[in-house]
């Protein structure tokens, strides 16, 4: 076993024993790792009562290199998820968070920009107006991350670019667009209007700040989570649990 250090996002902590815990942390520089905290019930101990549902922490685990979990020897508090006070629209967008990751990431699998995206997401969360947002925008980057982002520019079956005036319908088994001439009767789907794609592609872009500048209209943005939910949905097998305590 070797000693390594990582800063990591609390996704799940499970009680293991009267005084150990499990903890699942997405990290920064490992991706996803599940580990046991010995001690992690006391509240006086190595942990320091940091082993909190969404809090990130600085840590130093021993990494078993056969199957198994790490051990987890320290874990410092950096930051709590600090969504604003009684708004559980912002609490439940935090846990949403949590499970995406810990469904749509295996694990040591690092992704910089994910994690990146996850710290983004959870300050945004701080008030209801960033909140929506906030949201978007983190589905989109975890869509992009894991290679299965939509293409927002033309139809998936033809090539037919979705101009200003058109609608096309979302094809999730292909995860595209698709256009009125390739669409079959069984697909009854919503119409994604060609001003929805160009939102979807800023908001899923590289650009870190200009989706914040986006004031959508309330069609878009039932357009773009539409799109967002239904792959997303599509890529776990199921609907996230989240999601209805957040519409
Ligand atoms: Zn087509």
Redesign the pocket.
């Known amino acids: 076993m070797s000693a390594e250090k990582a800063e990591g996002l609390i996704l799940r902590v499970t009680d293991f024993s009267e005084t150990s815990r499990i903890v699942v942390l997405f990290t920064r520089e490992f991706g996803k790792i599940s580990a046991l905290a010995k001690g992690g019930r006391r509240l006086k101990g190595p942990f320091e009562s940091a082993l909190d549902l969404l809090a990130t922490c600085q840590i130093v685990f021993l990494r078993k290199h056969t199957s198994g979990l790490d051990l987890l020897t320290e874990s410092k508090l950096v930051t709590r998820f600090h969504p604003q006070e009684r708004d559980l629209v912002c609490l439940y967008a935090g846990y949403y968070v949590a499970e995406l990751l810990l469904g749509l990431t295996e694990d040591y699998d690092p992704h910089l920009e994910l994690y990146a995206a996850a710290q983004e997401a959870l300050a945004s969360f701080a008030t209801t107006e960033t909140t929506r947002l906030g949201i978007l925008r983190f589905e989109l980057v975890v869509l992009r991350e894991i290679g299965q982002l939509p293409d927002f520019e033309s139809?998936v079956?033809?090539g037919?670019r979705l101009t200003e005036g058109r609608t096309f319908g979302f094809w999730v088994s292909q995860g595209g667009l698709?256009?009125p001439?390739?669409q079959k009767e069984e697909y009854t789907q919503l119409s994604i209007h060609a001003g929805t794609a160009a939102v979807l592609r800023v908001i899923s872009g590289e650009d870190d700040d200009e989706w914040r500048q986006l004031n959508l209209t309330p069609q878009q943005y039932k357009e773009a989570k539409h799109v967002t939910t239904t792959a997303l949905s599509h890529i776990l097998g199921k609907r996230p649990k989240m999601l209805k305590y957040l519409s």
């Open positions: 139809c079956a033809c037919t698709i256009c001439d390739c």
